[in-house]
């Protein structure tokens, strides 16, 4: 049976983003893990709108807070202690990770 472990990577600070994408890039060539990707989406560009005031009735606002969020698709098939090690590190505060793990089995198993 084969494991694949996706992982997002998300953050506002694109160098960073980058920065650890291609460490687990390098770190997967010299170790001989399958990785695909990144795959890269289409940045999400978020407005936040911001109250003056905390009273429901008071209509007044700042100018809304706008930012953007790049995101990053990886994915380790096999390769089970490596992809263990990528998900389990420790990553800066500006990046959110998301790991998801998938069990493949082969053609015709009924198990």
């Known amino acids: 049976m084969t494991f694949v472990t996706r992982l997002t ?3 506002g600070d ?3 983003l ?3 994408v291609d460490d687990i890039k390098s770190t997967a060539e010299r170790k001989g893990a399958a990785l695909k990707g990144p795959h890269s989406n289409p940045p999400e560009k978020i407005s936040v709108p911001q109250r003056c005031r905390l009273h429901a009735d008071d209509d007044r606002r700042f100018s809304s807070w706008d930012y953007t969020v790049f995101t990053r698709e990886l994915e380790i ?3 089970d202690q490596f992809a263990r090690e990528v ?3 420790e990553f ?3 990046i959110h ?3 998801e793990v998938e069990q493949l ?3 015709g198993r009924t198990n």
Request: overall charge neutral; charged content about 25%.
């Open 105 to 107: 089995r082969g053609t």
């Open 77 to 79: 098939h096999g390769h």
């Open 97 to 99: 990770v998301e790991a």
């Open 14 to 16: 694109r160098a960073a």
């Open 87 to 89: 998900a389990a590190r």
């Open 9 to 11: 990577l998300q953050s």
């Open 92 to 94: 800066p505060d500006s």
């Open 18 to 20: 980058e920065g650890i």
